[in-house]
T-cell receptor, first 114, second 113 residues
């Protein structure tokens, strides 16, 4: 499976600021996904990022709050904007294995908003 | 949209016993059902999956069964070991490109020696 990395691995941010999370894959993938995992909870899809098109957001998530870029087939960013303590979560990217549609996750970014 | 229910939320077993986790889904169009294991502080890892064209799949000590009529699928772990202790998530999606996974709420499995 693809090797996926995320930066930063963790961060502590002030309320009202923004953080951009990077997801890098070692091979070209068509679909990338961004999930949020709140403490002790399951994974919730934020958006689907397809290279060359606008990201598709799930109900409850909006582009102004979580803008996503997908400039090429190996990279994506998720920005968490105007942060509040409720945004404290682990943010994970995942990639879809071409052909088999299996998804593999990056190591996650642990965000704490104070 | 799809909704996945997972039970139990916690499961404690003795080493060597079997563990069973069950999930139900709502969308009959779903046909891909993966299971992920997440150890504390780690990323979810795909451990086994099943597609709707089969009823059962096995990989060493783990197996997954699927009942499409009843819309439920289960994870079976035999001869449990302490290293099986983790949170397990089931998920459902359609087996096609670009379809996101809908996850259950997770089961915390504790295996005591």
């Amino acid at each position: 499976s693809a090797v996926i990395s995320q930066k930063p691995s963790r961060d502590i941010c002030q309320r009202g600021t923004s953080l951009t999370i990077q997801c890098q894959v070692d091979s070209q993938v068509t679909m990338m996904f961004w999930y949020r995992q709140q403490p002790g909870q399951s994974l919730t899809l934020i958006a689907t990022a397809n290279q060359g098109s606008e990201a598709t957001y799930e109900s409850g998530f909006v582009i102004d709050k979580f803008p996503i870029s997908r400039p090429n087939l190996t990279f994506s960013t998720l920005t968490v904007s105007n942060m509040s303590p409720e945004d404290s979560s682990i943010y994970l990217c995942s990639v879809e294995d071409r052909g088999r549609y299996e998804q593999y996750f990056g190591p996650g970014t642990r965000l704490t908003v104070t | 949209g799809e909704n996945v229910e997972q039970h139990p939320s916690t499961l404690s077993v003795q080493e060597g016993d079997s563990a069973v986790i069950k999930c139900t889904y709502s969308d009959s169009a779903s046909n891909y059902f993966p299971w992920y294991k997440q150890e504390l502080g780690k990323r979810p890892q795909l451990i086994i999956d099943i597609r709707s064209n089969v009823g059962e799949k096995k990989d060493q000590r783990i197996a997954v069964t699927l009942n499409k009529t009843a819309k439920h699928f289960s994870l079976h772990i035999t001869e449990t070991q302490p290293e099986d202790s983790a949170v397990y998530f089931c998920a459902a999606s359609m087996d096609q490109a670009g379809t996101a996974l809908i996850f259950g709420k997770g089961t915390t499995l504790s295996v005591s020696s």
